[in-house]
């Protein structure tokens, strides 16, 4: 009975907070004053058409190297705590896929990884980018673990890919310091025609390395805990 | 806003009210994660709506993609598990 009453208080609160929220939202008349400064320079600045994809490549590219840090500890450490009392040898076989699964994985995944691919190259031009791109990556992968559970994917190559990019990333980062123009600044590479995709300096670069990063960190995760037998 | 978004943005929200609900009651867990699924893919719309396509697209590459896959695989191994 508490129980319950403690829930209904709980979600009264909530509902009167989002009520209030709700009745008390004006719409800005204008953009505020970084909303307008990103609209205004981003193109003269970096020449990326896509204002996100500059704003978390380049503005805010220390966020991003943290958020890409964050998500490599947690790769780490699911691989440390999954992969500890695996290969218990390949046990008993799973169950079968069924064939619509079979034969609609084999037709998909070339096509799920290519739109990975195509999403984080393309970030600095179209909605999407690396850790979209590397999300999409990874469910190709699932798909090929769910069609068949025993398929066994080399962790070396998915460890180099994830560490050559990671490392070039920083590299990128740490020439714009050398180069005086600041740490992950774009400005490396010349910034091109808008809307090109050799444009932008070294975003798409920089992007298509977070986007492989990302997918090999979620595969990683996903092929570890299909290789866990149950203990 | 327009009218004609706001009356759609009203009808995603009563879904995904909806299918969360679902979510939430069903005893049969493949319907609950199909549905919880679901709750992400509308809110992915939602997020197309309110004119944020970036967010939209993280929202059903992890969400409703990536979620909804690890779900059913983790599913599917506590099943073959629970068989011996």
Redesign the interface.
Known sequence: MIKRFTVLLLLSGLAAIFVSLALGYVPDASLNQSALYYAENTVSDTGAANIVTAIIVTYRGLDTLGEVTVLFLTAAIVGLVLTRGAKAGKGKPMMASGELLTTGAGLLVPLILLMGTYVFVNGHLTPGGGFQGGAILASGIMLVLLTDPMKEFSHRLISVIESVSGLTFITIGGLGILMGAGFLDNSLLPKGTLGELFSAGTIPLVYSLIGLKVGAEFSSMLVSLSETEGS | ?SNLLLGMSIVLVIAMFVTALVAISQRRLSIAILAAGLVSLIASVMFLLLAA??V???EA??GS??TT??F???L??VR??SD?
């Open positions: 806003m396509p970036d939209a697209m993280t590459a992890i993609g990536l896959f690890l059913f695989f983790v599917g191994r073959g598990e011996d």
